[in-house]
Every structure is written in structure tokens, then in C-alpha cells.
């Protein structure tokens, strides 16, 4: 009912459009001439369409917020007394599941009580009735909308500016959308962690140096819960993953930006920011499948001993993960250098090579900096390379040849399986999140200052 009720909406609105459309250009007179006009037909047209369409969907989407609490309400009226004084709030959900099934025709694996058939018939009449009625009332306000926004069109009516500010108000609100769920994944992990904190001592999480979680049915907080080791492991990775993207992806940008001829570029950036679009789990079986075992075996030939799920491994995939990061993003600053500096340079007798070490690149350097610090931030908070590649290895070491633990591994293992989450051994993983979150956006906020406080601006 619903998607007819929306199809039949969105005609209406299209219908007031035209209607809208076709009142402003008989009042701009002969041949379309809107000078008369104070907007142009089409924003007429356009506000004669809000005014059909916002309240009626506002009205449709309240409906059916509204509607599951109404149809619970019928489902427990006719539920005897005796019974529904013995629901709690589990086997109340499973009832009312249960009558919904029975009156959408699908029915239930075992046989149903009377009262249960009884209720059943009863939500269908609602149901019915509902549906008719919340038809009516939707288009019924569309059509109202639809009128009243006709009758105001006039010479003198300011339509562009109530479009305008519609759409300011939708730009508004679609901006609030994302700054409230960042404000709500940070409230709802920082009140987690505040849990947590009431068990463990935030001096001994972040300064302690073993990580050894004790998990017990009594709800304390057994074991150790020491963050070093895991944020050593998570710092070591992406400092190897640095290592591996940034000369090469820096090398990739300049050759693209000042050696590569205009019809290699236009394949061959393209191609390189085709890895950025394979999932990471790709990645992840790439590195445990071939690279881990070519890298043990490399070793076992010079005489070193390396694991196939190390450091190493896991670093090295995540560098080739985030090459397009440091290429792209250090080609697009290197290219808008201006060539006015490049001329200069040359007209004064450097090469190419001089030209581009002493001249291009530190003009381009903040902004450079800037994409090798997203990068990071980015490699920080990677998951599936590392819970793939990087062992699961929580001790303090600096052998990047060895198995290590990071952070994005251990909020994965301490919330996957059968686990409590009024416990500290799952409440862990809400502290672990935030402080990766805090890492993080650190990073993005250097970023954002360097680029913005140390960028020259060229004529």
C-alpha cells in the first residue's frame, strides 16, 4: 500500500507542476514573456509541487510511525486479561509477531489459540480500514496543498524566494543528518566506555602493557586490559603500510604530473585508483593466501624467520591499499602549481629534475603532507587486511617479522560470538573504538590545518 500510496503521490506532484507551470505563463502573457513575473514560470511550477508534496508525505511518514503502536494496541485489547498480565516485554513482541501472521494470510508453524485468531480478524478490519483511511487523508492534503498553492500565484509572489528557502531548510537538514549521527556514534561509544571505566581504570587501559582479557559469568573484570601493545601493534602496521605508500605513491603523482604524457594519464590514473575500490577483504585474502607464504618463504631463503601473518605482511598490502590515496591526492596539489613557477625555473637555467625538487614540490609540500596524513588516518582505522594478515598477537615487541594485535582486531574478537555487552569484556571494544576514533580525527585535523595554514595561494 504504501509504494502505490508513493506512486500515486509523486503523480499528483508532478500534476501540480505542470499546473503551477501553466498559471505563471498564462500571467506572464502572450509568448511566455515573464518579465511581468516575479520569478520565472518553472519556479511557480516548482512551488506549487512543495506545497502538494511535503505535507503529504509528512503526514504518510508520521502515519506510519504511529501505525505499529495502534495495531499492538488492537492486538492487546483482545488478548484476555489473564494472559496479557503474564507478557513481559519478549514474549509480548513474539505474540503480536505471531497475530501479524496469522492476519497477513502467511499463518504460524504451530496451531494458533483462539484469542490469537480472534485478534487476527480484528487487525485485518484495522488494517483495512487504516489503509483506506491514511489513502484518503494523504491525498486529500495533496490536492488541498495543490489548490491553496495555485490560488496564491500571482504577478507579485515571490516564488524563488519560498523555493529558495525550502531547499536552504532540506540543505540544512541534510547537513544536521550527518553532523547528529557522528554526534550520536560518539555519545553512544563515549557513554560505553564510561561504562567500562567503572570496571577497569583508565590509567591502568592506557598505560598498561599486557593485554590478557579474563572472561567470566560474574560480570568483572578479569584478566588485563592493557591498550600499549595494541596500539603499538595498530602504529607499527600503519607505519610500514607509510612506508610502502608514500615514496611510492609520491613517485606515481610526479611522473603523472610532470613526465606523463596527457594520453597515458588518462588511463593510467584511472587504473591506479581502481585499488581503492576493491574491498578490503580482497585485500585481506591476498595478503594471507600469497603474500604471507611468499614472504615466509622469502625469508626461509636469506635465513630469516617471518610469519606468514605478521607485521610485515599485513603493512605491505595495506601500503598497496593506500597508494591511490597518497597518488591521487598528491597529484591533484602537484598539478595545480602554477606553470608561471615552472617557467620561471626553467627561463633560469634548472632542468627539469631541479625544477621539480627545489621549485614544484615545495610549493606543493602542505598539501602533500596534508594527503600523507589522511592516508594514515585512513590505514589507522583498517580492519579486515589486519584481522586477515596481522596475526593475533598481543605482546609488546618492535619484530615487525612477528604476529601482532591491533585495535580494529580486538574490537572484532571481543564482539563477535555469544557475548554480553553489559560486560567488560564486550564494553572493551566501545573504549577501543573511541580512542581510535580520537586518533583518528586527530590526524584528519592536522591535516586539515596544515593544508589550510601553510597553502599559497597563486594568482
Known amino acids: 500500500m504504501n509504494l502505490l500510496l508513493i506512486g500515486v503521490l509523486l503523480a499528483i ?38 506545497w502538494c508534496g511535503i505535507p503529504a508525505f509528512l503526514i504518510l511518514i508520521v502515519w506510519n510511525l504511529v501505525e505499529p503502536s495502534i495495531f499492538q494496541h488492537v492486538i492487546l485489547n483482545n488478548v484476555p486479561e489473564n494472559i496479557r498480565a503474564s507478557l513481559d516485554p519478549a514474549t509480548t513482541s513474539v505474540m503480536v509477531d505471531r497475530v501479524q501472521a496469522i492476519a497477513s494470510g502467511f499463518g504460524v508453524s504451530d496451531t494458533p489459540a483462539a484469542y490469537e485468531i480472534a485478534a487476527a480478524e480484528q487487525l485485518k478490519k484495522i488494517e483495512n480500514i487504516g489503509s483506506f483511511a491514511k489513502l484518503a487523508v494523504v491525498i486529500c492534503a495533496a490536492l488541498i496543498g495543490l489548490v491553496m498553492a495555485k490560488r496564491r500565484i500571482a504577478e507579485k509572489y515571490r516564488a524563488r524566494n519560498q523555493v529558495e528557502k525550502v531547499l536552504n531548510i532540506a540543505l540544512a ?36 602493557t599486557e593485554w590478557n582479557p579474563g572472561f567470566s559469568t560474574s560480570g568483572n573484570a578479569e584478566g588485563s586490559y592493557g591498550l600499549l601493545p595494541l596500539l603499538w601493534g595498530t ?47 580482497v585485500y585481506g585474502v591476498f595478503a594471507l593466501m600469497i603474500i604471507g607464504p611468499f614472504a615466509k618463504d622469502l625469508g626461509a631463503m636469506i635465513g630469516l624467520d617471518i610469519n606468514a601473518t605478521s607485521a610485515l605482511t599485513a603493512g605491505f598490502v595495506m601500503g598497496i591499499m593506500i597508494i591511490p590515496f597518497v597518488s591521487s591526492l598528491s597529484d591533484d596539489i602537484i598539478t595545480q602549481v602554477p606553470r608561471a613557477l615552472r617557467d620561471g625555473s626553467l627561463g633560469l637555467g634548472a632542468t627539469k629534475s631541479e625544477t621539480i625538487r627545489q621549485v614544484v614540490l615545495p610549493a606543493a609540500l602542505p598539501g602533500i603532507i596534508g594527503a600523507f596524513l589522511l592516508a594514515a588516518s585512513r590505514a589507522i582505522g583498517e580492519t579486515m587486511i589486519v584481522v586477515l594478515a596481522a596475526g593475533n598477537s598481543p605482546l609488546l615487541h618492535i619484530n615487525p617479522l612477528e604476529a601482532v594485535s591491533t585495535v580494529t582486531i580486538t574490537i572484532v574478537n571481543q564482539l563477535t560470538g555469544d557475548t554480553d555487552f553489559a560486560s567488560p569484556q564486550a ?33
Not at 602496521?237 to 603523472?256: C, E, F, N, Q
Not at 580512542?435 to 584528519?444: A, D, E, H, M, R
Request: net charge positive.
Open 13 to 50: 506532484i508532478a500534476v501540480a507542476y505542470q499546473v503551477g507551470l501553466t498559471k505563471s505563463r498564462k500571467l506572464a502573457g502572450k509568448g511566455n514573456n515573464s518579465a511581468m513575473l516575479h520569478s520565472r514560470p518553472g519556479y511557480y511550477g516548482v512551488l506549487v509541487a512543495l
Open 173 to 208: 537538514l541534510c547537513s544536521g543528518v550527518a553532523i547528529l549521527t557522528t554526534v550520536g556514534i560518539v555519545m553512544s561509544m563515549f557513554s560505553e566506555a564510561m561504562r567500562f571505566f567503572s570496571f577497569v581504570s583508565p590509567l591502568d587501559f592506557f598505560f598498561g
Open 235 to 281: 602504529l607499527m602496521v600503519s607505519g610500514i603500510a607509510l612506508l610502502v605508500a608514500v615514496p611510492v605513491g609520491l613517485m606515481i603523482a610526479i611522473y603523472l604530473a610532470e613526465y606523463a604524457k596527457p594520453s597515458f594519464r588518462s588511463w593510467a590514473k584511472p587504473a591506479i585508483e581502481v585499488l581503492a575500490g576493491i574491498p578490503t577483504i
Open 427 to 459: 564494553l572493551v571494544a566501545f573504549a577501543l573504538g573511541l580512542t581510535l576514533f580520537v586518533i583518528t580525527l586527530g590526524l584528519n585535523i592536522v591535516a586539515l590545518y596544515i593544508v589550510r595554514k601553510y597553502r599559497e595561494q597563486y594568482e
